[in-house]
């Protein structure tokens, strides 16, 4: 029993009840930010405002811990002293440094809300470098907002107050072996504890929780930002934000050759439904009929399914991918929102009205939908897809039936087709994205499916095969649908995965994802194989002319079925260059400078022509890729993707 005596409880209550005391006061912080703001974000009962308030606690445990680790850390260190009042001093001053910062941030955003639109982030850094009227804007600031500071100033007392309810008694350890021993295991588990409330969860199928999460639970996007904190969001963006205001063209030369704004004048009289596939992990690699032409010796197919459809269909063999992971796939091919070396969709700009499929098909009447078997949230999509107007989700909840789960993601792909081909077209016209989830790590297909597929060269080649398999299953369904006539079906990646072949090693083609345009109606003319460039944000602007959406669009893709022609510009990024295809070159970019100039048929990217060649051609190229960068950022940073 001595051994237990040395176990530090009090120290962990008194600890606890520290780190409480600041969740409670960013409660406090949040409400008087929504108080604050609440003719800019509109909040329709007590209720709403509530269920907000408890989502952001996920986001308040993170913005806590971190500023509060090295506080945590010196509180369960065991170096004996811990007790005395010298030492606890020293943390009451940590505590409130930190805190106070960190908590100031909060209440910066009661003001600078109104003007960025947007929590605060670490943006602010690279709009601050430029202004020299920083100290005065923040008098002003003060003077004309009295209230602000008062709150501050009254709920730090209050805080300091409440601190000092509760204090340790001084006590010298005894045993110091049963001392130290509960010491290590506190700070183990603490440690572990500390890891998950930072990433936001221990879900092994959810990336660590970013800004655009907040929307997850939220009936408007705005609502976002009283999920969210302003510690959180700093933390979250710091050293990661590479988005900056350039200029290297005048307005003019962007016009005249970016064409950032399209309109298009198809007349459709019954508006086709629109189902969107993007298949997670589908490189073009594993599909043959974007192979036909690319002489790879010994080359097989794991998609026989689609390679039959793609008979069928209107398809595109030279399609690259606009980003590198899940989201980026999503913000491309559904808002034409590519992402460079940092994404757009954790960036501190993805909340914002965005034009996109889904507002155009929402202002058209559509009924619109996002379809994904992994528990909801995932991946950022309920987020996001909240952000673009989604009216519907459906994810693993609404599916609810756990026994079809794979255990590691998602539910498998096959049963959760068969319930996306059932449950759309209760409402129509309709548009609905599904998100696959199968084709990807750990690389399993259902036992009761094993022996039933290829192993292939590599472990993607048989789950691939299964969600081909679980997409024939889905047409199966979908084909006895009173909708199926009249629908178009696009089918492409989000990225790519597992390479086998050298030819799609090039890191050029790290981006190849196959794009098809299906529908059964003859009348879309949806046939035949076009080896123009394409990429993920053209499926948004040809899908608007499709539907006969007349009104101007905001895009820097283009339809790929338009009698109106505007030159290929392919975009995407490394995470540590620009790559831009234009003309009979690919261009690479540093966000400063063009660092590399390939033949379009280079797509290894072997033989560097920037030194070598100077012509018109690559002299208006370099200008084009910095034109578009260049209007990219505007557009981001300045909030005008509607």
């Known amino acids: 029993m001595k051994f237990f005596k040395e176990f530090r409880k009090e120290e962990m209550l008194v600890l606890c009840y520290r780190l409480f005391l600041a969740f409670v006061f960013y409660q406090i912080a949040r409400l008087l930010f929504w108080f604050f703001n609440k003719d800019l974000i509109k909040v329709d009962s007590v209720a709403d405002y509530l269920s907000l308030a408890y989502h952001g606690v996920a986001f308040d445990l993170t913005a806590i811990l971190y500023v509060n680790a090295l506080f945590i850390f010196l509180s369960l260190i065991p170096i004996v002293i811990n007790t005395k009042s010298g030492f606890q001093k020293f943390l009451i001053w940590l505590y409130f440094i930190t805190n106070g910062i960190a ?7 009661f003001i600078y809300y109104k003007f960025s639109q947007g929590r605060l982030t670490s943006a602010a850094f690279q709009v601050a470098q430029h202004e020299t009227n920083i100290l005065k804007v923040f008098t002003v600031s003060t003077k004309e907002h009295p209230f602000v500071i008062f709150w501050f100033v009254f709920l730090m007392f209050a805080w300091v107050f409440l601190y000092k309810r509760f204090k340790i008694n001084y006590k010298k350890p005894v045993k110091l072996i049963p001392y130290f021993i509960w010491s290590v295991v506190i700070l183990c588990i603490s440690t572990v504890l500390i890891v998950g409330g930072i990433r936001g969860d221990f879900k092994h199928s959810t990336r660590p929780i970013n800004l655009v999460d907040a929307n997850k639970f939220v009936k408007t996007p705005l609502q976002g930002n009283i999920v969210l904190n302003s510690t ?12 900056k205001i350039v200029h290297f063209v005048d307005q003019k030369f962007i016009d005249e050759n970016i064409n950032t704004y399209k309109t298009y004048d198809r007349q459709v009289q019954d508006k086709p439904n629109v189902v969107i596939f993007i298949v997670e992990s589908f490189g073009r690699e594993y599909s043959g009929a974007f192979n036909k032409d690319k002489n790879i010796k010994d080359y097989v197919s794991y998609t026989p399914f689609i390679d039959s ?22 913000s491309s091919i559904l808002a034409g929102i590519p992402s460079l070396m940092d994404a757009f ?28 078997g992994a528990p909801n949230g995932s991946m950022g999509f309920l987020g996001f897809g909240n952000i673009l107007g989604f009216k ?59 022996g039933k597929f290829k192993k292939g060269k590599i472990e993607m080649h048989e789950p691939m095969q299964y969600t081909d398999y679980a997409i024939k299953e889905y047409f199966e369904t979908a084909k006895k649908q009173p909708w199926f006539k009249n629908t178009i079906f696009v089918f492409t990646g989000d990225h790519t995965n597992q390479v086998y072949y050298p030819e799609y090693e090039k890191a050029m083609n790290r981006f190849a994802v196959p ?29 608007a002319d499709l539907i006969g959406y007349n009104k101007k669009i905001r895009s820097w893709g283009r339809s790929l079925v338009s009698e109106k022609k505007y030159q290929p510009l392919i975009v995407n990024s490394d995470g540590t260059s620009e790559q831009f295809i234009y003309g009979n070159y690919i261009y690479r970019f540093d966000g400063k400078n063009i660092i590399g100039i390939y033949d379009k048929n280079d797509l290894g990217f ?7 060649i100077k012509s018109p051609e690559t002299e208006k190229g370099k200008q084009i890729a910095k034109a578009w960068y260049q209007d990219y950022m505007n557009r981001v940073i300045n909030r005008k993707l509607n």
């Open 103 to 109: 908590y100031a941030m909060n209440f910066g955003d």
């Open 232 to 243: 959180f969001s700093f933390f979250r963006t710091l050293g990661t934000n590479n988005f």
């Open 309 to 330: 459809l793609a008979n069928e269909s209107l398809i595109f063999p030279n399609t690259f991918a606009n980003g590198r992971q899940s989201i980026h796939g999503m």
């Open 345 to 372: 969709t954790s960036s501190p700009y993805s909340n914002q009205k965005i034009q996109s499929i889904v507002s155009v098909c929402n202002d058209l009447g559509y009924d619109t939908s996002f379809y994904h």
């Open 392 to 450: 519907h989700y459906y994810g693993k909840d609404e599916y609810n039936h756990n026994e079809d789960f794979d255990g590691m993601w998602s539910i498998w792909d096959e049963p959760f087709l068969q319930y996306f081909a059932k449950n759309v077209g209760k409402t129509k016209p309709f548009m609905a994205t599904v998100f696959t989830a199968s084709s990807h790590h750990p690389f399993k297909i259902p036992a009761k499916y094993n």
């Open 515 to 543: 794009l098809i345009f299906y529908s059964p109606n003859p009348d879309y003319q949806l046939k035949g194989v076009n080896d123009e460039l394409a990429q993920q944000i053209d499926i948004y602007p040809t899908l």
């Open 606 to 612: 072997e033989n560097n022509l920037n030194d070598k």
